[in-house]
């Protein structure tokens, strides 16, 4: 029997440019391009029908629709119980508190999202100013997800700021996009590396480099790893096969805080039935419940607080 999918990193790109436009992340950025590529509700419930993917979380596209979340809050009104949206919101402005929790009681909102445009910039205020952590507190009150995206070159002073916060909101659910670990280097930061003339080697087996970053949250059960098509990448870029570092995690951590996402809209090296496959194959080396927890039941938990 197929183990059904959670997916719970989709991204939504709109074939409407006229109603949901480009937007910045920050008035300093220029207004992003239009894809070439659209991904839009309709579409993904149909790839997620033919797949065997119960529900997807809908994980805002700030680097296209910046802070303007209005995309996937509609998508997930037309779709209820299938789509939950994530959203970006600016954690620097103080009326982003009171903003989330209408969105959350309004919207059907899941989930917050942090992300850091700039990795070259050694920065933490994104994750941890005073404005940041009401953020975090209202995420606790609410009890939903927070989910963090970092960059490699972060991953050193930010891993153990994460684990300090993580510890002081023990029952919310915190989620590393692509892992927060070695194997989950954006493409964005290989091309980067590359302009500067550094070439990219991930550690290998057996640890795939684990050891030397997420091993610390062994002992912080809220953190969550998001293994996604960026991992897929690079694995296959190594030539290590994704199972393989499953199972490592599955064995540090146990078999509760995993979860897999498509990065669908973001990543479209593969299309969706490859996705899932890939996800499946993921999963070869553990045992049929673990499986189950790792493709769908970790992220039904994760987010069925606002059900």
């Not at 994750?127 to 940041?132: D, I």
Request: with cysteine; glycine share 6%; hydrophobic share 40%.
């Amino acid at each position: 029997m197929v183990s059904p999918l959670f997916d719970t990193h989709a991204h939504l790109i709109s074939d409407d440019w006229d109603t949901y436009r480009p937007k910045a992340l920050r008035p300093d950025l220029p207004t992003p391009k239009r894809t070439d590529f659209t991904v839009t509700a309709e579409a993904l419930i149909a790839m997620m029908d033919e797949h065997g993917v119960n529900e997807a979380c809908l994980v805002q596209r700030g680097h296209l629709y910046g802070h303007d979340n209005s995309y996937i809050l509609e998508s997930a009104r037309k779709f209820p119980g299938r789509l939950h949206p994530v959203v970006i919101l600016d954690p620097q402005d103080p009326a982003t508190p009171e903003r989330y929790r209408e969105m959350v009681k309004n919207d059907h909102v899941r989930g917050f999202r942090m992300a850091h445009t700039r990795p070259w910039i050694l920065d933490t205020a994104w994750l941890s100013s005073p404005q940041a952590m009401e953020v975090w507190r209202t995420c606790a009150e609410l009890g939903t997800p927070m989910t963090l995206i970092l960059f490699m070159k972060q991953l050193p002073y930010l891993l153990p700021l994460i684990k300090i916060i993580a510890r002081q909101f023990p029952d919310l659910p915190i989620l590393l996009d692509h892992g927060g670990m070695p194997f989950g280097m954006t493409q964005y930061e290989v091309r980067l590396a590359q302009e500067a003339g550094e070439e990219v080697h991930l550690p290998g087996p057996p640890h795939f480099g684990i050891d030397q970053t997420i091993d610390i949250f062994d002992d912080v059960p809220n953190v969550h790893f998001k293994i996604t098509e960026i991992n897929m990448e690079r694995l296959v870029a190594e030539d290590v096969r994704p199972a393989h570092i499953v199972r490592r995690m599955v064995d540090s951590f146990g078999p509760d805080r995993l979860v897999w996402g498509s990065d669908v809209g973001q990543s479209m090296l593969w299309n969706y039935t490859e996705k899932a496959a890939m996800a499946r194959g993921a999963a070869d080396f553990l045992t049929a419940e673990e499986a189950r927890k790792f493709l769908h039941d970790n992220a039904a938990r994760v987010y069925s607080k606002n059900a």
